[in-house]
């Protein structure tokens, strides 16, 4: 297993965010977490990420416990994370944005980032990752004037740019168009499969993807694993189509 959560249990002082969730991440495997709004799932990924320490049971992430570990920590180690709200820097460039990411894996002070045009090697793997994403042609442009699905784009490469072995995803779609969703999707996965990446698990809202490209879908339900199966177990599933998918769940 490369990521494994055994009975993660998470309380805000009375409040039960997580009830003993236990999941494992296998090697090339695309995981989607679904559930309603308050199942849990922005817990869980804080603390599958090492943002959150869970109030009882065990994160580890290659047999190395990760609880409450911290992101960047958990980045130098191999896995990385994209978020809902993108998170890349409105001012800088695509090609400064990818920079920084490269850089900050690298473990070099930020002080060095003035210089970095002058630092070739930095440069030539920032328009690599660009490329990967059909954002070579946009490398000049600032961010914050970029589509929004060009965005989502950039905040995801910013976190291949990690070299990461396995990729948290929290709503990659979220905000782009109906048109562009399986278009950023289609890059992504493409892109995961030419870096080696070694798994992917996203929380998505929009059953059309986690349908189209899971390999299985994990359904939380008020902070417990509901069902945890193949994408035809959790359709034919009554209880996951009633309490988190509803009946417009894809055919």
């Keep these: 297993m490369i990521l494994e959560a055994q009975d993660v249990r998470k309380l805000y002082g ?32 804080n603390v599958l990420t090492g943002v959150l320490a869970p109030s009882a049971g065990r994160v580890r992430f290659r047999d190395r416990d990760i609880a409450g570990i911290g992101s960047a920590a958990l980045a130098r180690l191999g896995m990385a994370r994209s978020f809902q709200l993108v998170q890349i820097f409105p001012e800088l460039t695509v090609l400064e944005t990818l920079q920084a990411a490269v850089v900050s ?12 045009r002058a630092d070739r090697r930095v440069r030539t793997e920032a328009l690599e990752v660009a490329a990967l994403f059909g954002l070579a042609d946009r490398a000049h442009s600032v961010a914050r004037a970029l589509p929004q699905g060009d965005k989502k784009l950039l905040d995801v490469a910013s976190a291949f740019a990690l070299q990461p072995q396995i990729i948290l995803l929290d709503e990659p779609t979220s905000g782009v168009s109906t048109a562009d969703k399986h278009a950023v999707m289609e890059i992504l996965v493409r892109a995961a499969k030419q870096i080696g990446l070694r798994a992917i698990i996203q929380v998505e809202h929009d059953m059309d993807i986690v349908f189209g490209y899971s390999d299985r879908i994990i359904a939380l339900h008020q902070g417990k694993v509901l069902a945890d199966a193949a994408p035809v177990a959790i359709r034919a599933d009554a209880r996951v189509v009633d309490m ?8």
Excluded at 15 to 34: K, N, P, Q, T
Excluded at 105 to 116: K, M, N, P, T
Excluded at 244 to 251: L, Y
């Design 14 to 45: 009375a409040y039960v965010a997580l009830d003993g969730v236990s999941l494992s991440i296998r090697e090339d495997e695309f995981v989607s977490i679904i559930g309603p709004n308050g199942a849990g799932k922005s817990t869980l990924i």
């Design 105 to 116: 894996r690298q473990g070099r002070s930020a002080r060095l980032f003035a210089s970095l």
């Design 244 to 251: 988190v998918i509803g009946r417009s769940a894809p055919c």
